[in-house]
């Protein structure tokens, strides 16, 4: 096996390809050999090693040694140096390289090579003995450092001191005598604090930064950014030994850094920073304030300092030479690192770089309109979770934060707004013109009022699927939940964070994407839905096979999610429609009713409410599909829970408090999720279906004439596990159908489907398809019958699932591939194995999660059903599964 790879002069060994092998540090230096640029020549030590050198006792093994000497003396001829020579010495920078990029993650070493005699030497070499010893001092810093394992700090100390002693403010002042001095104060305290003498052989030097570079694989800042960032512990890292340039050699000489467009907002122009002589990590270091590379953004920063472009115009022409050619071959926007000696440009790393979303999108626009990239690939290149920074406003990253708390980052979007504890006053609050941020240590569905109402929602208990995280991410409104810092006093209207009390109308602001919850208000910056994202998303449109529809219960729901693309209705909650306002009340009758006739008598006052919802519906979707689910929720959730509201609630319905305490009592199930609710309600109380059915009919009648535009109401059945029971409520809503578009004298097409939301639904598939028109998987229950979890009680255990490594994602948010998923497949293909063609969709809270949409895809669903504000990120997802 081959251990090292050499690359200069126009060659290499290595290719970018060999990404996995030499880093991408190694890679792209190979890459950029070969393309011919300046690289200065080197060799790589591949990733493997890293491990061989752990294996064997921390030590480099001698075959190694081997392999790299030869290297080396190939790159003494590229070169024209020798190492550790007494006339021309070749000095080298040790750098690591893993696979992924962890920037400034691990450690570097340059200037190798020098010692007592060899600064000597560099010095006549170069005529100029000043920067041979602030070389050496450097070198002697950073190895002491990194390999000796002193703190920094201590030779930054030596140093501080030494200017206060001689009165200099700049290292660049220093003279050779003062920089002798100093290297002499490092040794001694070298020696002191490690017994050891700074190594003179440049031999043991190598040998001790290679070891180093490897050793810090497993350094803790290390291994906690892997962890961040998914990153498996045996890749390892590469070792780029590489032959110094030196930016520190005079005023012609310079070291910087640049993006070869605008990594903030995609502008395609470069964009950096260098310092004139300086070396490697100053210009990061923050010593000395560096300057910019183009005359524009000198200007736009009000910089007096001149820019590169203006104190060395041919090698500022060679860097923007480069960088084209590198954009034009990588085919990506560029970070890249760079020295310049004496007048002559240097390349010292590439690598694609990171950047805003805005930017990204600005980024692929311009580079499918520059032809460098093709339209498809532009579309594949946005991250669809990083759209969810784009389509709300969000927190100006120039604004100071003060931090009072934090929790999960539920909702995206930041918000600002006066704290109010009860959803009434949310309510009251927005009739009044006031924006206000609704706190509460939980949210239940009879706040969906109040959550409307408020710019956004901070609870102090629930996890990322909690009841307010699910409804604030489905309304697109702000939120952050479970802030578990921050008490919430309801009986005194106070809430404590960070050791602060704030009272009711004290204005927070919570940022919904970090989970951050700031004091005060804090300025915002506002989405931009045109230009560069419209037009990303028309190409992604042109890519896709799914339809994308929205989850919309209300008219303004349905409005937003048109706005943003929605092709239709995938699912409309009615339950929703029932907490609104005076309908609640009516509700409770209904179910409160002693008999039949009771709850037709309460129904008949519901309907003409269900039927204007539908008909408003129906007209803004005009045309599109719009699946309306029958009622599903276990009834008791429409009921009063403590003393308080039963006492108010028994007021409104003329009931005595006892009376109805003990009918709600005799509703409480132990189970609500696996008791009385969906089709089970519409079978014992078919009168409740009838009612909605009619609702449904006489609205699509009345859309349709009033719109022109034909309508197809599609009927969903919640909660099938039998053909029977879809037979029966299918056979009410058949009955109805027939009687109203008789009566009208006017045809309407419709389809009755139902979910597929229990196991026992998706393996008895194929013969419930026989009455089904459609099915649309419900994978929120799905996932949580499959698996046996309750939803609401699942965010604590959940979490240490993940962190004990037993799951890798929460099943919620991301379907479960192997096991819900399979039942998806089993469904979808005995589905269509009886009715081919079958119409098949998904509407649980995966369907707006980009590898849940992968897996639609794959599964060859017709549609994605999400919440509005995630329909964008839904259409750009499923076209990013079928390119
Ligand atoms: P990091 O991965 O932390 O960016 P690098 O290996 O890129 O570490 O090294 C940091 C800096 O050291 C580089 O940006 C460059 O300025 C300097 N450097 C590295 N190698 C050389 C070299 N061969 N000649 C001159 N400077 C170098
Ligand atoms: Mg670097
Ligand atoms: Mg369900």
Same mark, same amino acid.
């Given at each position: ?358 930017? *990204?999108?600005?980024?692929? #626009? %311009?580079?499918?309109? /520059?032809? +460098? &990239? ?5 579309? @594949? !290149?946005? $991250? ?98 479970? *802030?578990?810092?921050?008490? #919430? %006093?309801?009986?005194? /209207?106070? +809430? &404590? ?5 704030? @009272? !009711?109308? $004290? ?108 008909? /408003? ?267």
């Amino acid at each position: 096996k081959k251990w090292v790879y050499t690359f200069g002069g126009g060659k290499a060994e290595g290719r970018a390809l060999d990404h996995d092998l030499l880093g991408g540090k190694g890679a792209n230096l190979a890459e950029m050999c070969s393309l011919g640029l300046p690289v200065p020549p080197g060799l790589t030590i591949v990733t493997r090693a890293c491990a061989l050198y752990s294996e064997n006792g921390r030590a480099i093994p001698d075959s190694l040694k081997a392999e790299v000497l030869a290297g080396i003396s190939v790159v003494e001829g590229m070169a024209g140096r020798r190492f550790g020579d007494a006339e021309r010495p070749l000095l080298l920078s040790v750098r690591s390289g893993a696979r992924a990029s962890m920037p400034g993650m691990m450690d570097t070493v340059l200037n190798l090579g020098l010692n007592d005699e060899t600064v000597e030497a560099l010095a006549r070499d170069s005529g100029d003995a000043r920067f041979a010893w602030d070389s050496y001092r450097r070198f002697i810093q950073m190895y002491g450092d990194v390999v000796m394992g002193l703190d920094h700090e201590v030779f930054a100390e030596l140093l501080e001191d030494e200017k206060g002693r001689i009165g200099k403010e700049q290292e660049t002042e220093f003279t050779v005598d003062e920089w002798r001095r100093l290297v002499d104060r490092y040794k001694e305290v070298i020696g002191e604090e490690t017994g050891e003498g700074f190594p003179q052989d440049p031999a043991v030097q190598l040998w001790g930064a290679i070891g180093a570079v490897f050793a810090s694989w497993m350094n803790p800042r290390a291994v906690t950014y892997r962890q961040l960032h998914d990153i498996p512990a045996d890749w390892g890292t590469a070792v780029n030994v590489q032959t110094m340039v030196f930016g520190n050699l005079g005023n012609d000489s310079a070291t910087g850094v640049a993006f070869t467009r605008n990594p903030s907002t995609g502008e395609k122009a470069l964009y950096g920073e260098f310092l004139v002589n300086a070396q490697g990590e100053d210009v990061v270091a923050g010593i000395r304030t560096p300057q910019n590379i183009t005359e524009i953004a000198r200007i736009a920063s009000g910089s007096d300092r001149p820019s590169l472009e203006k104190v060395m115009p041919d090698a500022f022409a060679d860097l923007c030479a480069i960088c084209d050619r590198l954009e034009a071959h990588y085919r990506d926007m560029q970070d890249i690192e760079f020295t310049i000696e004496q007048g002559k440009l240097w390349m010292l790393q590439t690598r694609s770089g990171k950047r805003t979303a805005r930017a *990204a999108m600005k980024v692929a #626009v %311009d580079m499918a309109d /520059e032809r +460098l &990239i093709s339209r498809e690939e532009a579309v @594949a !290149r946005i $991250d669809p979770a990083a759209l969810d920074q784009l389509l709300h406003p969000t927190i100006d990253p120039s604004a100071r934060r003060d931090i009072i708390g934090a929790g999960l980052p539920a909702s995206p979007g930041a918000a600002t707004g006066e704290i109010v504890f009860t959803s009434e006053e949310a309510v009251q609050a927005k009739k009044e013109g006031r924006s206000v941020i609704l706190v509460r240590v939980e949210t239940s569905p009879e706040d969906i009022h109040g959550m409307h109402a408020a710019e956004g929602i901070l609870t102090t208990r629930g996890g990322m699927t909690s009841h307010a995280a699910v409804v604030a991410r489905g309304m697109g409104i702000p939120c952050v939940s479970g *802030a578990g810092g921050i008490r #919430v %006093d309801l009986r005194n /209207e106070k +809430l &404590i964070a960070a050791g602060t009390t704030f @009272a !009711r109308g $004290d204005v927070i602001t919570i940022d919904g994407s970090s989970g951050q919850v700031l004091k005060g208000r804090v300025s915002m910056v506002q989405p931009e839905l045109s230009g560069d994202f419209g037009r990303i998303m028309e190409w992604a449109d042109a890519s896709r096979r799914m339809t994308v529809r929205t989850n919309a219960d209300t008219p303004a729901d349905a409005r937003a999610a048109r706005s943003f693309g929605a092709e239709g209705i995938g699912l409309c909650r009615t339950e929703h429609m029932f907490f609104e306002g005076e309908r609640i009340n009516v509700m409770r009758e209904m179910i409160l009713a002693a008999d039949e006739a009771g709850r037709r008598a309460s129904l008949a006052k519901l309907l003409p409410m269900q039927r204007a919802d539908f008909t /408003e519906l129906f007209s803004i979707m005009h045309g599109l599909p719009v699946t309306i689910r029958l009622l599903d929720p276990p009834l008791h959730e429409f009921l009063p829970k403590t003393d308080e509201e039963i006492a108010d609630v028994a007021v409104a319905l003329g009931m005595q408090p006892l009376e109805l305490r003990q009918r709600v009592d005799a509703l409480h199930e132990f189970n609500p999720m696996l008791g009385h609710r969906g089709c089970r309600l519409a079978i014992s109380y078919p009168e409740i279906v009838e009612m909605q059915a009619r609702a449904i009919f006489e609205a699509a009648v009345l859309a349709a004439r009033d719109t022109g535009a034909p309508v197809v109401p599609e009927i969903m059945v919640p909660l099938v596990g039998l053909k029977a029971e879809l037979d029966y409520v299918k056979a009410r809503i058949d009955a109805v159908a027939a009687d109203i578009l008789n009566e009208a004298g006017v045809g309407i097409e419709y389809l009755v489907g139902t979910m597929i939301e229990l196991p026992r639904a998706a393996l008895r598939a194929h013969v419930i398809a026989e009455s089904a028109d459609f099915f649309s998987f419900g994978t929120n229950d799905l996932t949580q019958t499959t698996f046996g979890i309750s939803r609401d009680d699942a965010a604590q255990f959940l979490n240490t699932y993940r962190m004990k490594g037993i799951i890798d994602r929460d099943p919620f948010v991301s379907i479960d591939y192997d096991g819900v998923g399979e039942l998806i497949q089993i469904a979808a293909e005995r589905g269509r194995r009886t009715k081919n063609g079958l119409k098949l969709g998904i509407c649980g809270e995966h369907g707006g999660d980009p590898a849940s949409i992968r897996f639609c895809e794959e599964t060859g669903l017709d549609y994605v059903s999400c919440s509005p504000f995630r329909v964008p990120i839904a259409r750009l997802a499923a076209a990013q599964a079928a390119i």
